[in-house]
């Protein structure tokens, strides 16, 4: 599967700071940069795939803030950026360090898996939709079969990317998809979509 770029939203108190996240980030996908938490709530929305948030963002705990990103409509991954590993907070998928020069690689290996985690959860949410549709659909054998395609097309793309997760990450990935109690209604769209069906192994 082709690499794919993602969108990057960079918050932090300190512009300069800030922008040698974003300038570390830019090779691999679209950056947007927020110096207040008014900017990165302006900044979501559903095509971000993952935050990268300055502790020092906000007087006081973070915590509020990142339970509120994760609370909005846009489904992101969700990391902070610190220059001390100690210093962190609870909600957040990843740490990454606030002072980019002491290690750039990091960072953006940070980001990158971030990234992942959004695209894998991005591809469930899509396959159960379209397993929903199946489910529904009873007498319409061109639709049917349609729909058979792009589920099958979906279930190998989810095998690809489930192999360059680990399997932690990938089952905080599927835990939203699958708290929508997608009933198993037909055998062809039930069980774990990352493993291959019989028209998958033709």
Same mark, same amino acid.
Request: proline fraction near 4%; glycine fraction near 6%; aromatic fraction near 4%.
């Given at each position: 599967?082709?690499? @794919? ?19 570390? /980030?830019? *090779? =691999? ?10 900017? /990165? ?23 509020? /803030?990142? &339970? ?13 950026? &610190? ?43 899509? $396959?159960?939709?379209?397993? @929903? ?28 990317? $489930? ?15 699958? @708290?929508?109690?997608? =009933? ?7 069980? *774990? ?10």
């Amino acid at each position: 599967m082709a690499s @794919e770029r993602h969108l990057v939203v960079v918050a932090g108190v300190d512009p300069a700071a800030t922008d040698a996240l974003a300038s570390a /980030l830019r *090779d =691999d996908g679209t950056v947007r940069t927020a110096y207040s938490v008014e900017a /990165l709530r302006e900044s979501l929305d559903a095509e971000v795939d993952v935050v990268l948030v300055d502790v020092d963002l906000v007087d006081g705990p973070i915590d509020p /803030l990142l &339970t509120d990103v994760r609370t909005r409509e846009f489904d992101c991954q969700i990391g902070v950026s &610190t220059p001390d590993p100690d210093r962190t907070a609870d909600g957040f998928d990843a740490a990454a360090d606030a002072v980019v020069e002491r290690d750039s690689t990091a960072v953006r290996e940070t980001v990158q898996w971030l990234a992942a985690r959004a695209r894998y959860r991005a591809r469930l949410e899509e $396959f159960y939709d379209l397993a @929903e549709r199946r489910a529904a659909l009873t007498d319409d054998e061109g639709a049917l079969d349609r729909l058979d395609r792009q589920i099958d097309r979906l279930r190998r793309e989810l095998g690809e990317m $489930f192999d360059g997760l680990d399997d932690v990450s990938a089952f905080d990935a599927a835990l939203a998809p699958a @708290e929508r109690g997608l =009933d198993a209604r037909n055998g062809g769209c039930s069980g *774990d979509p990352s493993e291959p069906t019989e028209s998958d192994e033709r």
